[in-house]
């Protein structure tokens, strides 16, 4: 599969369901990848390559700004001064 190619519904909608199951499980286990691998290996295998690294980043955005609204704001900087 070279990626190159529009997917198709049934694919995207795959593809999104595998991304679902395996964001349900990180979430569930603290993020700890390794309980979640036979998921993640669903997920990449149903998804182009250039998706699973949009959905990534994505999620890291997400959980950065789930923090921001949980913890605030606290500048780099004034981390080690405590």
């Known amino acids: 599969c070279s ?7 049934a694919e995207r909608k795959a593809c999104w369901g595998a991304r679902d199951e395996f964001w349900q499980c990180l ?6 990848a390794a309980k979640c691998e036979k998921l993640r290996r669903a997920f ?8 699973v690294k949009h959905f990534d980043k994505r999620r ?23």
């Open 3 to 9: 990626g190159m190619a529009a997917p198709t519904m």
């Open 27 to 32: 979430d569930s286990h603290g993020e700890d």
């Open 44 to 51: 990449e295998s149903r998804c182009p390559q250039q998706w």
């Open 60 to 82: 890291d955005f997400l959980k950065y700004k789930k923090k921001l609204e949980t913890e605030g704001y606290s500048p780099p900087e004034a981390a080690g001064k405590s």
